[in-house]
Nanobody, 114 residues
């Protein structure tokens, strides 16, 4: 199983980005899809969670600005990020529970700067 993220980049404050993470390989069951981020010198932070049953949770720091969604048919999770600010600068990682095992993507850099 492999997770591949895409959609990161450089964006100005107030801008938007959409991240995608697609899982491939021998996949029977995906239970939970998550997005984490890690800024330089800081611990990895859970940003958003999307479960198979549609339960969604967000970190307080992104509520109202970020939207997580999942497409079980495509084994893909998305993170729509709006009203970005420099504090959102980090490497963003997707994480999934697949076939009762946990997998990480390689990460995608998001930089918010003018």
């Amino acid at each position: 199983v492999q997770l591949v993220e895409s959609g990161g980049g450089l964006v100005q404050p107030g801008g938007s980005l959409r991240l995608s993470c697609a899982a491939s390989g021998s996949i029977s069951f995906i239970n939970t899809m998550r997005w984490y981020r890690q800024a330089p010198g800081r611990q990895r932070e859970l940003v958003a969670t999307f479960t198979r049953t549609g339960t969604i949770t967000y970190a307080d720091s992104v509520k109202g600005r970020f939207t997580v969604s999942g497409d079980n048919a495509k084994n893909t999770v998305y993170l729509q990020m709006s009203s970005l600010n420099p504090e959102d600068t980090a490497v963003y990682y997707c994480n999934m529970d697949i076939n009762f095992r946990n997998y990480w993507g390689q990460g995608t850099q998001v930089t918010v700067s003018s």
